[in-house]
């Protein structure tokens, strides 16, 4: 494709590597894993606290009849 198939593809590319290193290639590679593990970890950590915020409320609201975390807190 070329020229112009190489500009298309720096458009439409969220990363542009501007050399021919391999080391270059690697360090991406790792970099891009590790943004995605971080997400990973991150939603992993909201849907625990989520799902056991939502336990406390419930059993708390079924056992005493008020909830301890209002909408808000929550």
């Known amino acids: 494709m070329g020229i112009q198939g190489t500009e298309v593809a720096k458009e439409s590319s969220d990363i542009i590597i501007l050399d021919d290193n391999?080391?270059?290639v690697?360090?991406?590679v790792r970099w891009g894993?590790?943004?995605y593990a971080n997400i990973q970890?991150?939603?992993q950590f909201q849907l625990t606290v989520n799902?056991?915020?939502l336990?406390?409320?419930v059993v708390a609201a079924v056992s005493s009849g008020n909830v301890p975390l209002n909408a808000v807190q929550v």
């Open 51 to 53: 799902v056991a915020a």
């Open 22 to 24: 391999f080391a270059s």
């Open 33 to 35: 894993r590790l943004v």
């Open 26 to 28: 690697v360090r991406v």
């Open 55 to 57: 336990i406390i409320n």
């Open 41 to 43: 970890k991150f939603i």
